[in-house]
C-alpha cells in the first residue's frame, strides 16, 4: 500500500508474516479502505488526480476483500463437512 499511495496519505509498509493469518488480513485491510477513502484523502488536501486514484485504488481494495472472504467462507464450509472424498 505504501508504494502505491503518494507520501502524504501516511501509509505504513506491512510485512507479510502480518498478512500471513485472517485478523491480520482483515486488521490491514481496515486501515487501508479507512487511508485511502477518496472523502478522507480530499480531507487531508489531496488533488483532484489524487481522488481520483484513491477512489480506483478504493474500489480494487474492496474488490480483493470480497474474493479473500468468499474463497475463506469457502475453506470453512470444506473444512467443516470433513475430509473430502474423491
Known amino acids: 500500500m505504501d508504494s502505491l499511495v503518494w507520501v502524504c496519505a501516511g501509509s505504513e509498509g506491512v510485512s507479510l ?35 481520483y486514484i484513491a477512489g480506483k485504488v478504493f474500489d480494487l481494495l474492496k474488490e480483493a476483500w470480497s474474493k479473500f472472504q468468499n474463497e475463506e467462507m469457502g475453506k470453512s464450509a470444506q473444512s467443516s463437512s470433513g475430509p473430502v472424498m474423491f
Open 17 to 51: 508474516g502480518e498478512l500471513m493469518y485472517d485478523k491480520g488480513v482483515k486488521k490491514y485491510y481496515r486501515k487501508a479502505i479507512v487511508l485511502i477513502h477518496p472523502d478522507k484523502v480530499m480531507q487531508r488536501g489531496a488533488d483532484v488526480h489524487q481522488k
